[in-house]
């Protein structure tokens, strides 16, 4: 599933950066429904890219669904995002094959040229850096992914040359 990012220059104040009315159609489509909260959750996830606090509030007061219960399932499938994401979501596959090939260094030179922890988004939204199970290439072991594209056979310092081209693609189109 493809997610759609909010772009890294809108201010990180949610409540005011997220257009409410993006999930007016997938309400409608769902309210009423029985086992709708995953459904609804997952759809809003698809158009911010993770689920503003703002959208909570309004799917519950639009579909009757409790905050407390969306949340719950929110906080306990790994799949849904409390927090904006980067433009680009790194994927560090952590799976067996990538784990015994060294996955481990990928991620911490990654951690430590783009300045955050796993599972966390640099301050210019631009990157968010995730560990993930098997990607389905371990022939390729160790491998990232950004966006669609996957590298395999990585080293730390392959890694990070990818993540600056990245972002230096990104700054000349400002
Ligand atoms: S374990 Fe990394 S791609 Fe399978």
Do not use: W
Not at 18 to 36: A, H, Q, T
Not at 42 to 69: C, M, N, R, W
Not at 127 to 140: D, I, K, M, P, Q
């Amino acid at each position: 599933m493809r997610i759609a990012r909010i772009p890294a220059t809108e201010p990180m104040h949610e409540k005011d950066a997220v257009d409410l009315s993006l999930i007016n159609n997938l309400i409608e489509k769902f309210k009423g429904k029985k086992g709708n909260m995953i459904p609804l959750l997952q759809g809003a996830q698809s158009i911010y890219g993770y689920i503003p606090e703002a959208v909570f509030e309004k799917i519950s007061v639009k579909t009757g669904l409790s905050l407390s219960d969306m949340y719950g399932v929110a906080t306990f499938y790994a799949q849904f995002r409390l927090k904006p994401v980067g433009k680009y979501i790194i994927k560090v596959c952590h799976g067996t094959a990538c784990h015994v090939q060294h996955a481990n260094k990928i991620s911490e030179a990654l951690m430590e040229s783009l300045k955050i922890a796993d599972g966390e988004t640099t301050e210019d939204r631009l990157f968010t850096l995730e560990s993930v199970a098997c990607l389905g290439c371990c022939s390729l072991a160790p491998v990232m992914m950004v966006e669609n594209n996957t590298y395999g056979k990585l080293t730390g310092a392959e890694a990070v040359r990818i993540i600056k081209e990245i972002r230096i693609r990104e700054l000349s189109k400002k």
